[in-house]
């Protein structure tokens, strides 16, 4: 039979123009469906803290029974009017006239207040917002009013529970826009400086769009199904991921697109060259990221098993778009991609230079760090192992135990203004008390342990109605029981979400359940503390899971045990690595009071996952060179090929992840730091030096048990490559 010259290829019309015609438009017809749901997606998220709880939390069980004793779901807010003198008799007037004015707005029970401090320097009043209106709005409209009709001279805020959630629903307002614009502006410059041409940027930005529109059409679909609870943070999250993840996977298969051009004048013939040879390492990439990802469905917290499914739908879309709309996109336009620097065919007695040490036809920067890499393979893996081991030291700085939710919003707000006046003149947890649940034949006696407790400046039991039982001629005498418990709220003398408040909560928890075991203590503190317990109880239970089926991938990938066991521990080193630097520079240069107890957990999946990614990509480069020219010529064959491409996606992943600093949420600030230094450290230190030394260093046996562990037979793979073999040579 006759043979064709790769150049002279023919391909099926309709596998030239109807297939990548009709995959183009049916992503075009997704991205007009899921488009215009990012604007949807505020109706099914919450930022609410407490529904991120596990049922199993004792401040979730506690707020079951509270719902009981409220005939609505309020949340409220804390009115604070100060002043710089004691306040006169007509302040006070104009002050206790707001009352008409704010119950005229709000949307819960009765306003509470006037309540003078005892300074005389402020008026406090507490407004119970219902949670099924427009917080938000309804805050706006309270600060307006109160700011308004306020005496002359006097500082307003509103605070408390609304306030923080109506500042924060403000913080991430910036989600849907900025931080897009941003990450994608960010991605279009680098683009531009990597392929140098004007439309393949454009090109593989399409990709990316078009996979967030898909998968925020799946997320929606689920939250809508109530399958997940969605929050501003998996939003933020979903969008950064998908266009980092699109991005990377399209820039390793227009690599491989470029390459095979140099091989055929086919564009179609190419496409179908380069899907092949990239759909091993970008289907195992993609796999690797949404099972580390969906291993967050083993957490107790909600919003973590929430951001698990999220964002493995994001990699999902993106996967689906790099390996169908992209190549479908190329099979179009062809060489025109590349304008003008378009690829040139190679005569095919230059394609492949024979390989004696692996450098052969490389130059630059990735034959130096090859020559490096061979010529001191055992200095270059031990002065990055230890060059590492010194960054992770600063992980004994970390201070990942949660911070005040007050300390969350990054830019200036009334909320937080107005809790710094509310401690200054009252007890600082007005408008946010612990709130206990008691059976009701040990009410008084939990009643008294509650008052005695440090920390509590006051404590009452709840009648019918919402009103304490003060013991007044007139006040209410019988505490309201439902189901044969009552209620007692209990104002702490430190802010609610303070780490002070936190200790009394674990304090009184153990004084009030020596009284009756069945007590629960929940509240605003009670779901931050046991938030923060929560998270670091699944760091434990979580990266373990990861761990093992990261390496499960990677040993059906690479067919060995020792290569994915050292690429593990060298992704683990470098998440140590970008913790440690992270945790002195939040500490020493940002001056953080301290990190979520959820992000250690969220730079860890996100770094050891992506940082396997550029692995893969180089090992599984590596082992298809090893395969043709034995183990040492194509480690460095691999790195030379793989260098500027993974280089870039590094670059790329890290500038999208850095996009999420533009949202003052200091959680978003932390993980993006981590997992844009993070990245850019697995991709400059360890996936380009590391590894390659280490895999040299070991040779043939780095893919034990397999049979390319064989020395004789890496030998004899050499020897048919027309070259001799380097095992004595590299192992002097």
Not at 574 to 602: C, E, H, K, Q, R
Request: hydrophobic residues 55%; contains cysteine; aromatic residues 6%.
């Amino acid at each position: 039979m006759k043979s064709h010259s790769p150049a002279k290829e023919r391909v099926p019309f309709w596998l030239r123009w109807l297939v990548p015609v009709i995959l183009v438009l049916a992503w075009l017809a997704l991205a007009g469906v899921g488009g215009p749901t990012f604007g949807r997606l505020d109706e099914v998220s919450s930022n609410d803290q407490a529904s991120f709880l596990p049922a199993s939390a004792e401040a979730t069980a506690a707020q079951d029974w509270q719902a009981k004793f409220r005939d609505s779901d309020e949340v409220p807010g804390v009115i604070v009017l100060e002043a710089d003198e004691t306040l006169s008799a007509v302040q006070l007037g104009g002050i206790a006239s707001l009352r008409t004015d704010l119950e005229g707005l709000q949307a819960g029970s009765a306003v509470i207040g006037p309540i003078p401090s005892g300074d005389g320097k402020a008026v406090q009043f507490i407004v119970p917002i219902d949670s099924s209106k427009e917080v938000k709005e309804v805050v706006r409209e309270l600060r307006d009013t109160v700011a308004q009709s306020a005496p002359a001279g006097i500082k307003t805020y509103v605070t408390g529970p609304a306030g923080l959630a109506a500042d924060l629903t403000a913080a991430f307002a910036g989600i849907d826009g900025i931080l897009l614009l941003v990450a994608l502006g960010a991605v279009f410059v680098i683009l531009l400086v990597v392929y140098r041409s004007l439309l393949l940027p454009i090109v593989v930005l399409l990709t990316s769009v078009f996979a967030l529109c898909a998968a925020i059409l799946l997320v929606f679909g689920m939250a809508k199904a109530e399958w997940i609870q969605l929050n501003g943070q998996s939003q933020g999250i979903l969008s950064i991921l998908v266009i980092g993840a699109a991005t990377d996977y399209a820039l390793l298969f227009v690599a491989r697109f470029r390459e095979a051009l140099t091989h055929t004048t086919n564009r179609t013939a190419g496409v179908l060259t380069a899907w092949k040879a990239s759909f091993e390492p970008i289907l195992a990439s993609g796999a690797t990221v949404i099972i580390a990802l969906l291993c967050l469905l083993f957490s107790d917290l909600n919003s973590n098993k929430a951001l698990g499914p999220v964002a493995a739908a994001g990699i999902l879309c993106s996967l689906f778009a790099a390996l169908t709309l992209l190549p479908a996109l190329m099979a179009l336009l062809g060489r025109a991609a590349f304008w003008p620097f378009r690829p040139k065919l190679v005569p095919a007695d230059q394609r492949e230079p024979e390989l004696v040490t692996g450098l052969e036809g490389q130059k630059g920067l990735w034959r130096a760090t090859g020559s490096l890499v061979s010529r001191r393979p055992r200095t270059v893996w031990v002065a990055s192992v230890l060059l590492l081991v010194v960054a992770a030291s600063g992980l004994l700085q970390l201070k990942a135990n949660g911070v005040p939710q007050t300390d969350v919003i990054l830019t200036a707000s009334n909320t937080v203004d107005g809790q710094d006046a509310l401690a200054r003149h009252f007890d600082a947890g007005s408008g946010s008390p612990a709130v206990v649940v008691a059976g009701q034949g040990k009410a008084q006696e939990v009643l008294d342990t509650v008052k005695a407790s440090d920390g509590v400046g006051e404590a009452y039991l709840l009648a019918q109605g919402s009103v304490p039982i003060t013991g007044a001629p007139g006040a209410p005498s019988a505490p309201d029981v439902r189901d044969g418990k009552v209620l007692i709220n209990a104002t702490l003398n430190d802010a609610a979400d303070s780490l002070e408040a936190e200790e009394t909560v674990k304090a009184l928890r153990a004084e009030v359940k020596a009284v009756d075991p069945g007590a629960l203590v929940g509240g605003v503190t009670a779901t931050a503390l046991d938030t923060n317990t929560t998270a670091q109880r699944d760091l434990v239970i979580i990266i373990p899971v990861v761990l093992v089926v990261i390496l499960l991938i990677l040993m059906l990938l690479l067919r060995s045990i020792v290569a994915p066991v050292l690429l593990v521990l060298s992704v683990v080193l470098s998440y140590g690595a970008a913790m440690g630097v992270s945790a002195f520079v939040f500490n020493n240069i940002l001056g953080f009071p301290g990190a979520d107890a959820t992000v250690p957990l969220f730079g860890f999946v996100f770094l050891v996952a992506l940082g396997v990614d550029y692995n893969i990509f180089l090992m599984s480069r590596v082992r298809e060179e090893s395969l043709k020219h034995g183990t040492r010529p194509g480690i460095l064959r691999g790195l030379g090929v793989t260098g500027g491409v993974i280089t870039s996606a590094g670059v790329v992943l890290a500038a999208t992840f850095a996009a999420l600093g533009v949202i003052p949420i200091m959680f978003l600030v932390q993980l993006a730091f981590i997992v844009a230094f993070g990245v850019l450290l697995d991709t400059i230190l360890v996936r380009s030096l590391l590894v390659p030394a280490l895999a040299y260093h070991i040779g043939p046996r780095i893919w034990w048990p397999g049979k390319l562990g064989r020395p004789e037979l890496d030998a004899a793979v050499q020897r048919e490559a027309g070259a001799e073999p380097l095992e004595e040579v590299a192992t002097r």
